[in-house]
């Protein structure tokens, strides 16, 4: 078997090309179907992206107006309670803040106007700083005259809606991107083009594809599968090691979905855990536990590629360092390195989801509710799920990841990778 090695190494070698030819075979079909899968589930023209395109009874925003203004001052005093300001045992404080701030709208017919917006309590006494942009709602009265809509701009109401972030996240996705590119080079720059084919098929895909009522298990199945396919080949170059990642990856995948759909349903994970939730439900007619399917799946894709990627490329190294090693070998090898990463990934997961649940554990922690009821309020019941579900994908993708590495290199020698580059 050996002295017959292609100048491209491991996945130029004769004894390399008939398992990558099994691998495709059994993953063409497979992506194959879920691309036709996806092309019936692709959204179609009439997606709501305005108020022609929305369903019946689907309540249309698209005319609350959003404006930049910058803060000039603020004020605060104490005033009368009032029942938003109850507290967690329910009654009403005989006294609250009240707060306001002065703001210079920066756009829109007012343009340069000086307006005064009130601010929730809890944003003044966290601080809102002198200068800082903020977004404000501009509201307009709507008056009819002659049966024609005329808005009264007198009449125009200023809300307070969020601060403006746009120039911090900025610098931040920038900071990423460069480091990103620095230290990863050409596979850096892949990793970034792929990161944003992820977000362009959860925006222009999956998340219209919901709002039209499809089926959320096989909008998950069959924009994930070939949304991992870019990503891998993508970042990581057509390569036998890629394809055996990406096997894995599917394998995965496909054992993520079946337990996400059986604990959204058992769990009853319908979405409504909050006020928002049901606003959202309310406004859009969207169902909600769809997005949480969708959601325990879509959470369960990084950590899948990076396991999968991290065990194949765990066995190509054992089996560059010992040419000799069988598949038994390579696959005990690749496993001591699978355990020592899942116990390591699991905790991590967990510290995630935990630290995303956080600020609603504290609210439910205000109302001294048993231990029992808070951990399985819909809130924290999601967040135990997701982290159940991606923890039991990932610890079903090791072995089968680690033996089809193991499985596609014991036969041939592997030789160490370009320092840098994404091969074709």
């Known amino acids: 078997m050996s002295g017959r090695h292609g100048a491209d190494g491991d996945d ?6 008939r398992p990558m030819a099994v691998m495709l075979g059994v993953l063409v079909p497979v992506i194959l179907a879920s691309g036709v899968g996806l092309a019936l589930l692709w959204p179609s023209a009439s997606d709501p992206s305005g108020p022609a395109g929305l369903p019946t009874g689907v ?17 605060g005093e104490v005033c009368e309670g009032a029942p938003d300001d109850r507290l967690a045992d329910g009654s009403v404080p005989p006294s609250s803040l009240c707060a306001t701030a002065d703001v210079r709208v920066l756009s829109g017919p007012e343009q340069g106007d000086v307006v005064q917006v009130p601010l929730p309590p809890q944003v003044f006494t966290a601080g809102v700083a002198e200068g800082e942009r ?20 007198e009449d125009v109401v200023y809300s307070w809606v969020d601060f403006d972030r746009s120039r911090a996240l900025l610098v931040l996705v920038a900071a990423f991107v460069v480091l990103v590119v620095a230290v990863g080079r050409l596979r850096g720059l892949a990793a970034i083009g792929g990161l944003a084919l992820t977000y362009l098929a959860l925006a222009y895909v999956v998340l219209p594809a919901l709002r039209q009522g499809e089926n959320a298990l096989l909008v998950a199945v069959c924009v994930s599968i070939p949304l991992m396919t870019a990503v891998l080949y993508l970042a990581h170059g057509f390569s036998t090691r890629t394809t055996a990642a990406l096997l894995g990856t599917v394998f995965g995948l496909l054992a993520t979905t079946g337990l996400a759909a059986w604990a959204s349903s058992a769990a009853s994970l319908n979405g409504l855990t909050d006020e928002d939730a049901y606003a959202l439900s309310a406004f ?3 169902d909600l536990g769809g997005i949480v399917l969708c959601g325990l799946v879509v959470a369960g894709l990084g950590i899948l590629n990076d396991v999968t990627i991290t065990q194949v490329s765990s066995v190509w190294e054992i089996k560059s360092l010992a040419p000799r090693a069988g ?10 390195v699978g355990r020592d990463h899942l116990a390591s990934t699991v905790y991590t997961i967990a510290f995630a989801y935990a630290g995303a649940a956080l600020p609603t554990m504290l609210l439910l922690g205000l109302y001294d509710q048993p231990l029992e009821q808070v951990l399985t309020s819909g809130a924290i019941a999601e967040e135990i799920a997701r982290t159940a579900v991606g923890s039991i994908g990932m ?6 990841t680690t033996a089809i590495a193991a499985a596609s290199v014991a036969a041939g020698r592997v030789t160490r990778e370009p320092a840098e580059g994404v091969r074709a």
């Open 327 to 336: 598949f038994a070998e390579l696959f005990r090898s690749g496993m001591r």
């Open 12 to 17: 130029g070698s004769v004894e390399n090309r």
């Open 134 to 153: 903020v977004v404000l709602g501009r509201n307009a009265d709507v008056v009819v005259e002659n049966t024609v809509e005329v808005v009264a701009s």
């Open 284 to 286: 859009t007619g969207t």
């Open 59 to 75: 309540v249309d925003l698209s005319d609350n107006e959003q404006v930049p203004a910058e803060v000039l001052r603020t004020a």
């Open 395 to 400: 610890i079903l993708a090791i072995p089968v």
